[in-house]
């Protein structure tokens, strides 16, 4: 069982930065694959970024975003910079079994954290 716990969203101006931190409970953090999702109202979750041993990112925020994991610390990060209105979104932390690669559909992901609301003004 793990439990995951977002923090570090908040209101934005475009082209500014957030960094996202999920904070993980119980054990063997450092085997699953670590992935970032986001939801916007009246829109299906997409994925935004993921790692384990590799990175895979979102064609739309590529070269802006930058996922990273601290095994030590049980916890994954997402640097987001140059932020856009279209940004905006409920942002979700989650954990799932490694496969041949990182997944991007959120059925892949066991466990999800609450969410945490990033909105960007334009």
């Known amino acids: 069982q793990v439990q995951l716990v977002e923090s570090g969203g908040g209101l934005v101006q475009a082209g500014g930065s957030l960094r996202l931190s999920c904070a993980a409970s119980?054990?063997?953090?450092?085997?699953?694959?670590m992935g970032w999702f986001r939801q916007a109202p009246g829109k299906e979750r997409e994925f935004v970024a993921g790692?384990?041993?590799?990175?895979l990112y979102a064609e739309d925020v590529k070269g802006r975003f930058t996922i990273s994991r601290d095994n030590a610390k049980n916890t994954v990060y997402l640097q987001m910079n140059d932020l856009k209105p279209e940004d905006t979104a409920v942002y979700y932390c989650?954990?799932?079994?490694?496969?041949?690669?990182?997944?991007?559909?959120?059925?892949?992901?066991?466990?999800w954290g609450q969410g945490t609301q990033v909105t960007v003004s334009s």
């Open positions: 989650a954990a799932g079994a490694p496969l041949s690669s990182i997944q991007t559909t959120p059925g892949r992901y066991d466990y």
């Open positions: 119980g054990r063997l953090f450092s085997w699953y694959v």
């Open positions: 790692t384990r041993n590799s990175i």
